[in-house]
């Protein structure tokens, strides 16, 4: 009987250590395309601001609570820019702004996760637009992580923010009419953890 109860004892105390193990490793979520939408705000010849969001893009994110680091990669599908206007769209994708056809239309933000507590509170990254690679540090204003109702699997969402200039990356559109060149930026970012 004692025999037994010390194998159940170290059976439990094993099981334990390996479920601890599993939760303390880096887990690799996978962006919610459909939960997920960066957008921004720039100004029009300071009288009002422009508003929109980027429609489709993907990515991961790595989190290592134990290690207090992790990282992102996002890719973000300029072709979906979305201002709610279909001209202004079009003229975006243009040789005017975006210019798909010379850079495509693919622009990535890359970085580190820093941790506090073990929850991210920012990301210090680049930002790769038309070419042109600059650091940008995303403030998480919120973070948090469920149990995903129907897939069973962690799911973690946050809410960022960052200010950067346009005219560095080479949009220097409405410069000579007064626009101001800093884009106020806002992204809401969900992802589940990958199987």
Same mark, same amino acid.
């Given at each position: 009987?004692?025999?037994?109860?010390?194998?159940?004892?170290?059976?439990?105390?094993?099981?334990?250590?390996?479920?601890?193990?599993?939760?303390?490793?880096?887990?690799?979520?996978?962006?919610?395309?459909?939960?997920?939408?960066?957008?921004?705000?720039?100004?029009?010849?300071?009288?009002?601001?422009?508003? %929109? !969001?980027?429609?489709?893009? &993907? @990515? +991961?994110?790595? #989190?290592?609570?134990?290690?207090?680091?992790?990282?992102?990669?996002?890719?973000?599908?300029?072709?979906?820019?979305?201002?709610?206007?279909?001209?202004?769209?079009?003229?975006?994708?243009?040789?005017?702004?975006?210019?798909?056809?010379?850079? %495509? !239309?693919?622009?990535?933000? &890359? @970085? +580190?996760?820093? #941790?506090?507590?073990?929850?991210?509170?920012?990301?210090?990254?680049?930002?790769?637009?038309?070419?042109?690679?600059?650091?940008?540090?995303?403030?998480?204003?919120?973070?948090?992580?469920?149990?995903?109702?129907?897939?069973?699997?962690?799911?973690?969402?946050?809410?960022?923010?960052?200010?950067?200039?346009?005219?560095?990356?080479?949009?220097?559109?409405?410069?000579?009419?007064?626009?101001?060149?800093?884009?106020?930026?806002?992204?809401?970012?969900?992802?589940?953890?990958?199987?």
């Amino acid at each position: 009987m004692k025999f037994s109860s010390k194998l159940f004892a170290i059976a439990a105390l094993a099981s334990g250590m390996a479920s601890n193990g599993a939760t303390a490793a880096p887990v690799s979520y996978d962006v919610d395309p459909h939960h997920t939408f960066p957008s921004f705000e720039a100004d029009h010849m300071g009288i009002s601001f422009w508003r %929109g !969001k980027i429609n489709k893009n &993907s @990515g +991961k994110i790595v #989190l290592d609570r134990e290690a207090g680091q992790g990282t992102v990669d996002i890719a973000i599908d300029l072709s979906s820019i979305d201002f709610g206007e279909d001209l202004l769209n079009k003229w975006a994708l243009g040789k005017d702004f975006f210019d798909v056809k010379k850079h %495509g !239309k693919t622009a990535r933000y &890359s @970085g +580190k996760l820093n #941790l506090a507590n073990g929850d991210p509170t920012e990301v210090q990254g680049q930002l790769t637009l038309m070419g042109v690679t600059k650091p940008l540090t995303l403030k998480l204003n919120r973070f948090k992580c469920i149990p995903h109702p129907m897939l069973k699997r962690e799911l973690c969402g946050a809410d960022a923010a960052a200010t950067f200039n346009r005219e560095e990356f080479g949009l220097a559109a409405g410069k000579d009419y007064g626009f101001s060149m800093d884009v106020a930026l806002r992204i809401q970012v969900e992802a589940v953890a990958a199987k």
